[in-house]
């Protein structure tokens, strides 16, 4: 059983940065893919970025690629998100994911959520 439990949003004015955290416990990390979605009011679930088992390889969301980063340290258990130039529509609730199965990597199907983040961007 994977945990996961996020940390880092917040309140930032467009244009700034935030970094989210993602610590997982329970499990060795390493054999997992981790990634991040973020939901909006009213919207659908977004793919927002995923990482694979040892952080050589990265994807992104059309919407985010070229401002977000996402990165992993095994050794820590831990995944992030840094996001930078940030727009108002980036507001959302934030979460961590994690699939042991490469699936995850092509059908964007996580086993493991965490409980979210809010981020609230002001224009």
């Known amino acids: 059983q994977v945990l996961l439990e996020e940390s880092g949003g917040g309140l930032v004015q467009a244009g700034g940065s935030l970094r989210l955290s993602c610590a997982a416990s329970g499990v060795i990390f390493s054999r997992y893919i981790a990634g991040w979605f973020r939901q909006a009011p009213g919207k659908e679930r977004e793919f927002v970025a995923a990482?694979?088992?040892?952080?050589?390889?990265?994807n992104y969301g059309d919407s985010v690629r070229g401002r977000f980063t996402i990165s992993r340290d095994n050794a820590k258990n831990m995944v992030y998100l840094q996001m930078n130039s940030l727009k108002p529509e980036d507001t959302a609730v934030y979460y961590c994911?994690?699939?042991?199965?490469?699936?995850?990597?092509?059908?964007?199907?996580?086993?493991?959520w965490g409980q979210g983040t809010q981020v609230t961007v002001s224009s």
């Open positions: 990482i694979n088992w040892y952080g050589g390889n990265s």
């Open positions: 994911v994690a699939d042991a199965s490469a699936r995850a990597w092509s059908l964007y199907e996580y086993d493991y």
